[in-house]
């Protein structure tokens, strides 16, 4: 389903560049759990922007489909942002001043009535994340383990086919990771490709394809079977 091909991405000028990776290539199958380790400023972040359609490869190609994204169109990259990726980010990424059920709404904004859950289903998840109460609620007070299950609701609801997740449990406590990890591992099982970036040795044992990354290398590629 994904494949990178000797990918580089530089930032900056020439004198004061740096580079976040520097020729990684792997390839990602449709359903798999990949979990990406290594220490901070070793490109992780990149790697993610690179997937969701974010950062363009300076060296290399990104293969989606077999097709390079490289190549898409406006309509085509703006399609495959939308509904194919979901991101759900280390800081949540909500907007302050919408409410929690707009925050959550966010990504069906651009689909043109096309895929658009109905409201109880939206409702239905969110009981199932303990978080409907909020809907009205604007993000501040909450906590950041219920910040970070209205990001997965999100990513839920918008129902796309890969789900990109950067330290998803950076920011809370052992049991909120836990809780998060196990909805993870639930939309795991029910088909969805999922690539999470974690510092934690544990989380990333749980990914059934794990790759370590060091200096915007990949030093090490294990695969697992269930
Ligand atoms: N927008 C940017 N401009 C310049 N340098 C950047 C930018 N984003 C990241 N970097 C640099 O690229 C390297 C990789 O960063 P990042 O992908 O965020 O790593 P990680 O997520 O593993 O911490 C780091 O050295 C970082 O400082
Ligand atoms: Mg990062």
Redesign the pocket.
């Known amino acids: 389903m994904i494949k990178f091909d000797n990918v580089a991405v530089h930032?900056?000028s020439n004198k004061s560049e740096?580079t976040?990776l520097n020729g990684i290539s792997f390839e990602i199958k449709e359903g798999e759990f990949v979990t990406i380790i290594?220490k901070?400023?070793?490109?992780?972040?990149?790697l993610l922007n690179v997937l969701g359609g974010i950062t363009a490869p300076n060296e290399g190609h990104f293969y989606f489909q077999g097709k390079d994204v490289a190549n898409f169109n406006d309509k085509e990259l703006s399609k495959y942002r939308n509904e194919k990726i979901s991101f759900i980010v280390q800081h949540f990424a909500l907007i302050q001043n919408f409410d929690i059920m707009t925050n959550i709404c966010l990504p069906l904004k651009y689909r043109r009535n096309k895929n658009i859950p109905k409201k109880s289903y939206i409702r239905e998840v969110m009981e199932k994340l303990g978080i409907a109460d909020y809907e009205y609620d604007y993000p501040y007070p909450l906590s950041g383990g219920e910040k970070q299950r209205v990001a997965i609701c999100r990513s839920i609801i918008s129902d796309t086919d890969i789900i990109l997740a950067d330290e998803p449990t950076g920011a809370l406590d052992e049991e909120n990771s836990k809780n998060i990890v196990n909805l993870l591992m639930e939309l795991h099982n029910s088909g969805k490709t999922i690539i999470m970036v974690t510092h934690d040795l544990e989380l990333a044992k749980l990914g059934n394809h794990r790759l370590e990354i060091r200096d915007g290398k990949i030093i090490n590629e294990e695969f697992s079977s269930k």
């Open positions: 930032y900056g740096t976040a290594g901070s400023g070793c490109g992780k972040t990149t």
